[in-house]
């Protein structure tokens, strides 16, 4: 992205940077998706700093956004992992689930796929493809089945035939928000019937901006988000938004998404990260 090289180059040649300079980086920081709060604040660190220290000023406020929270996926101490994935609609939910089921699958775990956005037929169809083509089991229900009857029988599926991991793909979209809540939180609770949920990805597109702080904020509200997949960081100049959720809700990004493919997909590596944005 190389959102700093050209500032940083500058005032490292000049005594002082412009008014114009700092204005120059706010706004290439704001374009990035980094949120008005933190670009000031990134701001003002470089500016209190001396030119040849502005860099590592920057870096430390970057690393300071970041959250303290373990991005590693959460393991049960035993029996079935549950990982609930959650989002709008078509920020890459499905796309994720078949990815995180891919890669949990090539560590050699056992892992199972559960369709429960059976708010639209193409979403069940969609999953299965990818459990045929990774060979990985999908659990469906019958069209417009209860979300929460499948989740069930998925759960108890994951019990008994000894699963590591449990994937379960969610609605992003129903007649209402309130709806939409009340639907995760009762999948949820049936599956905690059987096992406990360690994790609830929620799914946000890199390429929406504050809109995916927005999203983030609201199902933070109604389900315990537990991790984040950041998708479609491919294509996608902005991806800035990663640092401004972290700062603003304390919640880890634990995967980020690249592409369509199935290894587009990879644990998200803060220092890599930043040293990207520089
Ligand atoms: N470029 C890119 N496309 C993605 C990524 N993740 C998902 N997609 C695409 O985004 C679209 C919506 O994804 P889908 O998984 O159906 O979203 P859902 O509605 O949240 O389940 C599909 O065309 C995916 O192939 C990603 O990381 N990069
Ligand atoms: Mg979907």
Redo the contacts with the bound molecule.
């Keep these: 992205m190389g959102l700093f090289g050209k500032f940083i180059a500058k005032i490292k040649g000049t005594a002082h940077a412009s008014v114009a300079d700092w204005d120059e980086l706010e706004a290439s920081l704001l374009e990035a998706d980094l949120g008005p709060h933190l670009s000031a604040e990134v701001v003002r660190a470089a500016r209190s700093a001396k030119a040849e220290n502005a860099e590592e000023a920057i870096l430390n406020t970057l690393r300071l956004a970041l959250s303290k929270k373990s991005r590693a996926l959460i393991r049960a101490s035993e029996g079935t992992t549950a990982v609930l994935v959650v989002?709008?609609?078509?920020?890459?939910?499905?796309?994720?689930a078949a990815k995180l089921a891919a890669s949990l699958s090539t560590q050699d775990s056992r892992v199972l796929l559960a369709a429960a956005?059976t708010f639209r037929a193409a979403?069940v169809d969609?999953l299965q493809t990818w459990g045929e083509r990774l060979d990985i089991d999908v659990i469906h229900g019958a069209p417009n089945a209860d979300p929460a009857s499948v989740a069930f029988d998925a759960a108890q599926q994951g019990l008994a035939r000894n699963m590591d991991y449990l994937v379960i793909?969610t609605a992003?979209r129903l007649h209402n928000k309130n709806d939409l809540m009340a639907e995760l939180g009762k999948v949820r609770r049936v599956i905690e019937k059987v096992m406990p949920v360690q994790e609830v990805l929620l799914?946000v597109d890199a390429t929406t901006g504050q809109n995916a702080l927005a999203q983030a904020k609201v199902f933070a509200e109604s389900v315990e988000v537990t991790g984040l997949i950041l998708?479609?960081?491919?294509?996608s100049a902005r991806g800035g938004i990663a640092l401004a959720i972290e700062q603003s809700l304390d919640i880890p990004i634990k995967f980020i998404?690249?592409?369509?493919s199935a290894t587009?997909f990879a644990p998200f590596e803060p220092e890599i990260y930043i040293q990207g944005l520089l």
């Design positions: 989002g709008v609609n078509g920020t890459g939910k499905t796309t994720s956005d979403a969609q793909d992003g799914v998708t479609k960081l491919d294509g998404g690249t592409g369509e587009d």
